[in-house]
């Protein structure tokens, strides 16, 4: 199975986590469904995604939406749900 | 040398728990249980152990402040019997999963219902999937032993297992008898101060114990638990090893006796060896060769070990005191059964269930045995494979 996870032998026994402050190396974006595709043309850099977003995963750079962080977006579809300009879309992974 | 003494069971595991000063014991009294926590509460009071004892409220507590104590660095233990490892059971696994070395004396008793509370195996034997290490005591003198090298096996680099210890309730731990204790030193000195691998308390290394573990990683965490498994069989003989330089008493995964030129044997675990020998004895004046095997060490099973011993005979009996309803047999028999499959030759093997409930097994239903075993070994023929001894028709 190549996953790119660490087998039995490599991790810490009994689920322990052996440092703290470790929550970025859990990149949540692996449960995403649906990824938020975002059209430039339509944003008014309002940054209500940005607010809304409950895994920061919407940076911004010079008080402009600069990307979506898809390392971390889970696909909830809040952003896309708050958006004023509807300038966000759910898309099915697979269908990308 | 240690000193001589006449004492119940019970009373032989609180001494060996005052000897071990465990830091942290939680537990809730049970039958056939409670004088053990009784008498060692007792020594709390007196100032013999430094122990911070817990009073919870049920087992299920008991089991669970054991699993935070452990967690968070302590060397600790506790004792029940029956209903009370059955209240424990879920914490049981979150004692292994988290890999806490916590030793735990078990009194064995019958499941309710019908109410009874007398000796038998069905409580351990029904959380012999828990994950913990399991050792069976056939007298007080191994009830001692076993629950101190316990300690050590499950804090053994590479294993960090619970261990759970079984003495048959009444039969062992309300019978006095003759046995040795260790002096305290010795005992200290065997095992030494607990250096916790992981503990939570350590403030300068914050870790995180018992986090969601998912379909990512699960299965590798108990791929780990079933390595420590593994881990344990070498442990219990370098325990052992290391027990009897200070003891003088041997130990392993299973005694043999007069089995080595037998045709036939019995494999049985618990007081019942006591009797067993006996008839052993008795058989072997009248000519008949049969031997018997006592397990001592039931988790890890010790598979290949017991296909060595055993290969030899043309007739087994393995008795369990409790019962596996509608399996193929009592959890010993089917254990044993299993691991002399893959022998090119391996002996006939039949199963006996007997003593629920606390049921004597005397002299006359192991004749029995011996006679049905012989048949066997005559005709090379089962007449039944399962058969519930010591139950009226």
Not at chain 1, 10 to 18: E, S
Not at chain 1, 21 to 46: H, I, L, Q
Not at chain 2, 101 to 122: F, T
Request: charged share 25%; net charge negative; hydrophobic share 40%.
């Amino acid at each position: 199975m190549s996953t790119g996870l660490k087998g039995w032998k490599d991790i810490p026994i009994g689920g322990m986590i052996l440092e703290a402050g470790n929550s970025a190396e859990y990149e949540t974006g692996g449960w995403r469904t649906f990824r938020p595709v975002m059209d430039k043309e339509k944003c008014k850099n309002c940054l209500f995604c940005w607010i809304y977003c409950p895994d920061s995963a919407i940076q911004v750079e010079n008080e402009k939406i600069k990307e979506i962080d898809l390392k971390y977006c889970k696909g909830c579809g809040i952003c896309a749900a708050e958006c004023p300009a509807k300038a966000i879309e759910m898309v099915e992974e697979g269908k990308l | 040398m240690g000193k001589q003494v006449a004492m119940t069971g019970n009373i032989a595991v609180a001494n060996a728990m005052r000897q071990i000063n465990p830091d942290v014991c939680a537990a809730y009294p049970i039958t056939p249980s409670t004088e053990v926590m009784q008498q060692f509460a007792s020594f709390v009071a007196d100032g013999k152990v430094d122990t911070e004892l817990v009073t919870v409220e049920s087992e299920h507590s008991a089991m669970s402040a054991g699993i935070g104590a452990a967690a968070a660095g302590g060397r600790v233990m506790t004792a029940t019997s029956a209903n009370g490892l059955a209240l424990m059971w879920e914490m049981l696994y979150i004692a292994s999963g988290n890999r806490l070395p916590i030793a735990m004396m078990v009194i064995n008793r019958a499941l309710s219902a019908p109410i009874n509370i007398h000796g038998d195996h069905s409580d351990e034997m029904g959380a012999r999937d828990a994950g913990w290490i399991q050792m069976y005591s056939e007298n007080g003198q191994e009830a001692y032993d076993n629950i101190i090298q316990a300690i050590l096996i499950g804090e053994s680099e590479g294993v960090l297992l619970p261990a759970m210890v079984g003495m048959d309730g009444f039969i062992i731990s309300h019978s006095i008898e003759n046995l040795e204790l260790l002096e305290d030193k010795q005992v200290r000195d065997f095992l030494g101060e607990f250096k916790p691998k992981h503990p939570l308390l350590n403030i300068n290394k914050p870790i995180t114990m018992g986090p969601l573990d998912l379909q990512d990683y699960y299965s590798e965490h108990k791929r780990q638990q079933a390595q420590a498994m593994q881990k344990a069989k070498a442990a219990i003989l370098k325990v052992a090893k290391d027990y009897k330089a200070v003891s003088g008493r041997e130990y392993g995964f299973f005694e043999p006796y007069k089995l080595e030129d037998a045709d036939i044997g019995i494999l049985t675990l618990g007081s019942s060896a006591g009797t067993t020998r006996f008839v052993v004895d008795l058989m072997r004046e009248k000519g008949i060769k049969v031997g018997m095997i006592k397990l001592r060490v039931f988790r890890p099973f010790p598979i290949e070990e017991l296909q060595q011993a055993l290969s030899h005979l043309k007739a087994l009996a393995v008795m369990d005191r409790s019962d596996s309803f509608g399996a193929a047999g009592g959890p010993v028999f089917s254990e044993v059964r299993s691991a002399l499959y893959d022998l090119p030759a391996r002996p006939k093997t039949v199963n006996y269930i007997y003593g629920l409930g606390g049921r004597d097994l005397g002299i006359s239903p192991i004749e029995r045995v011996v006679k049905d075993l012989q048949e066997i070994h005559q005709t090379e023929k089962i007449k039944e494979l399962v058969t519930h001894l010591t139950v009226r028709e």
